[in-house]
């Protein structure tokens, strides 16, 4: 399904009725993953700080572009933690060992939020809510989203 954000606040409103679905969503095996892909500018971080802020994050969420990882408390119960990766600079999957990402996934209690996950799509899971983010014009994106697995 395609959806056209026309505005900052449309993204705001995707990430709050993503943010509610899967806050109530039973828990999988492993962590939840909400894949962004969408080139620079279309509204990846933007999303992820809306998401985090409806979640409870009280702390300024940045795109960890150097540190590749970052993780951040919530206040929701079923997923107390958010972790955002952006992995932009990453050279394939074996970069993310170090990093600590198996750790991550396999807490059932977190929710990760990956910006260029085609940097390492073998890492992700079966299971995973895809966005796929495009610019279409200077003050609109559109948004398609997917549900893969469960
Ligand atoms: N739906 C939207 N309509 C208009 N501008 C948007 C929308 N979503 C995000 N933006 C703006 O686009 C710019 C880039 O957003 P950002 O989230 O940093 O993109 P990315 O992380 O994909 O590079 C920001 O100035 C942001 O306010
Ligand atoms: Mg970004």
Not at 26 to 43: D, F, M
Request: glycine letters at 6%.
């Amino acid at each position: 399904m395609k959806i056209l954000l026309r505005g900052k606040h449309a993204t705001h409103e995707l990430a709050v009725v993503l943010g509610a679905a899967l806050s109530t969503a039973p828990r999988l095996s492993h962590a939840r993953v909400i894949a962004l892909t969408g080139e620079l500018g279309s509204g990846k971080t933007t999303f992820t700080q809306s998401f985090g802020k409806f979640l409870g994050v009280n702390r300024r969420l940045l795109s960890p572009t150097f540190a590749l990882r970052s993780q951040y408390k919530t206040q929701s119960k079923r997923y107390p933690i958010l972790e955002h990766f952006d992995w932009y600079r990453l050279k394939g999957i074996q970069d993310l060992s170090p990093i600590g990402w198996k750790e991550a996934l396999n807490d059932p209690a977190r929710i990760l939020i990956i910006e260029w996950p085609e940097r390492a799509r073998r890492a992700l899971p079966k299971s995973f809510t895809h966005i796929k983010l495009a610019h279409t014009k200077e003050k609109e994106r559109s948004a398609v989203i997917t549900f893969h697995g469960k």
